[in-house]
Every structure is written in structure tokens, then in C-alpha cells.
């Protein structure tokens, strides 16, 4: 073991930063992803929901046409749903916050291209839903 090493304080780190901030001083998150994992698992999660309620309601998609356009099951839209029905003001505002410094990446590191829910890039039959006709 190295001498110089001996000690906590003299411990050698290197700030790698996250997908969040590049470097930990910078961060602008209240509280360190590492040290909250579970707020940010849901805030994240969030982010993704309030931007799929976003898309169902803009294209007037029904729930079987969302589980499909998104490539989910028809249980994890009325989730989605539920989620987005049921969150606090609080949790919405941390929802922007995390959304507004990620550039609506929600999956990834903010080094790369945004990444926005799946989506299928064809146009749904309407004879998959009668109601759309």
C-alpha cells in the first residue's frame, strides 16, 4: 500500500460526473442521484410519462392505439395514465426541472443524442380501432 494513500482525506477522485452533469460540483439536482436513487428512478420515469400523455393527447390516440404506437402493453398506458392522474405539483415540477436540464433525455447520458419515448414511425390502420374511423 502506498503511503500516500493511507488516509480517506488523501484518497485520490476523480469527479466522472453523471448523466445529469458532466462533473458532481456542478450538478444542479437538489440531491446527488447516487444518494437519492429512488426519487430519481421516479422522477425519470415521470419525465417519460408526462411526455407519452403529451403524445396520446396531441394525436388523439386511444389506449389501444397508444400501446401499440408506443410498443407497450395496454396495462402500461392505464399505468402511465394513473401516474400522470395521481402525481403531486411537486413531482411534476422536479419532472421539468430534470427534463429542462437533460434536454428531454430521459433514458441516457445528456452526452448524447435526446432520446425521447418509442414510438413506431408508421401510421396506425384505423381498422385497428373502430372508434377512429
Request: hydrophobic share 40%; charged share 25%.
Amino acid at each position: 500500500m502506498n503511503p500516500v494513500d493511507d488516509r480517506p482525506e488523501f484518497l485520490h477522485y476523480e469527479d466522472d460526473g453523471c448523466e445529469v452533469s458532466g462533473k458532481c460540483v456542478q450538478c444542479p439536482l437538489p440531491a446527488c442521484k447516487y444518494d437519492n436513487a429512488r426519487w430519481y428512478s421516479s422522477t425519470k420515469r415521470m419525465v417519460a410519462d408526462v411526455i407519452k400523455l403529451e403524445i396520446i393527447q396531441a394525436n388523439g390516440l386511444t389506449v389501444a392505439m397508444a400501446a401499440i404506437q408506443f410498443e407497450i402493453t395496454v396495462r402500461t398506458v392505464f399505468r402511465v395514465l394513473r401516474r400522470c392522474r395521481e402525481a403531486t405539483d411537486a413531482q411534476l415540477e422536479d419532472a421539468a426541472m430534470l427534463a429542462a436540464l437533460k434536454g428531454g433525455n430521459v433514458n441516457g447520458d445528456s452526452r448524447k443524442a435526446t432520446t425521447l419515448p418509442k414510438v413506431r414511425a408508421t401510421v396506425i390502420p384505423a381498422a385497428l380501432d373502430p372508434g377512429w374511423a
